[in-house]
């Protein structure tokens, strides 16, 4: 029996970028939120509703009183980015993952979906990383502001479910790569980059391109549309407080459970695959005086595998699709510069 209603109103905090998109676009395949059927997804802008803003939030959520609430809204960023604005990673998402999760909670929310990141564990976490791992040891230097703030969006979540009973849940996310990504050459993730600087060096007929770091780094990508198909599932199958919800080694509910493809490759490798979707002949060179961050960073999935859900887009399949993607953004004059 599915958690989740045909006539659930569903709130999708974060709908118009890449994470919360690929959730939306999910949730109409599943025909959840059709007005025929009693549903309604909530999607307000920016401008309809400012996440930062407390007051704003509390009377939003009295007014619209949502069944189902998806947090996907975040500020993010790559290395460069954490690098520069540590405040604003960490002060802007406390504040917007706090006021979501309190408001949804006062006002009578039934179920809370919670979208973390990988970047949670330690640096040198055992490989592939179990949901255990948290809290274990230090953090990667380069994302530690990101990190903190979703580490306690989770403890968040968890503790109004420990002390009043809310169906709050979280995912955590690998490296996600797909339609709506963030293509800033400064301020973007590793595929997006990667994708933008080797495209640029292409159409410039450039005979070679520099690329951050060595190029060792391990990383794990899961293509957005299988993320958004996870969080459906999750909503679907998955609470914390049901007797069989995926415990962990001590036996207590999961807080949160993992998600990618459990499969991953070098940033060298990486991008020597993008530079042949993109149609890119030339020498890739590495600058190694530029930060790594952390060495590898693999996900044990086996938990969300364990109650039905695997991801289906891989690597060889989805990249393809990014760089169709950059190109569309290109096209039609939306790259960021």
């Known amino acids: ?40 997804l909530l999607t307000p802008t920016r401008q309809q509703l400012d996440l930062l803003d407390g007051q704003a939030v509390s009377a939003w959520m009295q007014t619209n009183q949502p069944d189902v609430v998806v947090l996907a809204a975040a500020t993010v960023g790559g290395i460069e980015a954490n690098r520069s604005r540590p405040a604003d990673f960490l002060l802007q998402n406390l504040s917007l993952q706090t006021h979501v999760m309190e408001a949804a909670w ?67 996310p690998t ?34 391109v520099t690329c951050w770091g060595s190029g060792t780094p391990l990383r794990e990508f899961l293509h957005a549309d299988d993320l958004g198909d996870a969080c459906v599932f999750a909503l679907e199958h998955w609470s914390a407080l049901a007797p069989d919800a995926p415990k962990d080694d001590q036996g207590a509910p999961l807080a949160f459970l993992n998600v990618g493809t459990g499969i991953d490759l070098s940033i060298r490798e990486l991008a020597e695959q993008v530079s042949q979707a993109v149609g890119y002949g030339g020498t890739i060179h590495w600058d190694t005086s530029k930060p790594d961050g952390t060495p590898k960073k693999q996900l044990n999935v086996s938990q969300l595998r364990d109650l039905g859900w695997s991801a289906r887009i891989p690597l060889a399949a989805g990249l393809p699709l990014a760089v169709q993607d950059f190109e569309q953004t290109l096209a039609t004059g939306q790259l960021r510069q």
């Open 1 to 40: 029996m599915s958690l989740l209603r045909p006539s659930d109103s569903i709130f999708i905090a974060g709908a118009r970028g890449m994470a919360g998109s690929a959730i939306r676009r999910a949730l109409t395949r599943k025909g959840y939120g059709d007005p025929a059927r009693g549903g309604a």
């Open 106 to 172: 006062q006002a009578g929310t039934r179920r809370l979906l919670f979208l973390g990141s990988s970047c949670i564990y330690p640096k040198f976490a055992k490989q592939p990383i179990r949901e255990e791992a948290l809290l274990t040891g230090a953090l990667e230097p380069t994302n530690e502001w990101y990190a903190i703030a979703k580490i306690a969006g989770i403890k968040l979540a968890e503790a109004l479910r420990r002390q009043h009973g809310f169906d709050a849940i979280s995912l955590m």
């Open 175 to 208: 490296n996600l790569y797909g339609p709506g990504d963030n293509y800033h050459p400064t301020g973007s993730h590793v595929l997006p980059a990667l994708i933008r600087r080797i495209h640029e060096a292409k159409l410039s007929n450039a005979p070679s």
